[in-house]
């Protein structure tokens, strides 16, 4: 059975910078798209990055573009994120997810209901 195991999160000041991971056990993670979501106190969970099984496309919610980059290493069953001047606002529990219907290497969604297999999340404080 497939598992997503998130890493990486901690407290850092506003300014800093953190890169979480999301490795997958299994041999058919080159086939998933996969993506990072989040979710904030009494929020709900919100989109963040996505990135296609080739790698080759990616897609990112307005308020983290130009801060986040996403990536993958097929080889390595690892997704990562790369965060940058973090903001407080980014203080959420930070969620991979996996898209294991895709048909297309380019195909990349942002809609969480595309996502059918979640890890269990890691949290990320940012300080003011």
């Known amino acids: 059975q497939v598992q997503l195991v998130e890493s990486g999160g901690g407290l850092v000041q506003a300014g800093g910078s953190l890169r979480l991971s999301c490795a997958a056990s299994?041999?058919?993670?080159?086939?998933?798209?996969m993506a990072w979501f989040r979710q904030a106190p009494g929020k709900e969970r919100e989109f963040v990055a996505a990135?296609?099984?080739?790698?080759?496309?990616?897609r990112y919610a307005d308020s983290v573009k130009g801060r986040f980059t996403i990536s993958r290493d097929n080889a390595k069953n690892t997704i990562y994120l790369q965060m940058n001047s973090l903001e407080p606002e980014d203080t959420a529990v930070y969620y991979c997810?996996?898209?294991?219907?895709?048909?297309?290497?380019?195909?990349?969604?942002?809609?969480?209901?595309?996502?059918?297999?979640w890890g269990q999340g890691t949290q990320v404080t940012v300080s003011s």
């Open positions: 990135i296609s099984r080739s790698g080759g496309n990616t």
């Open positions: 997810g996996a898209d294991r219907s895709v048909a297309s290497v380019s195909w990349v969604s942002v809609r969480e209901n595309e996502y059918d297999l």
């Open positions: 299994g041999r058919t993670f080159s086939s998933y798209a």
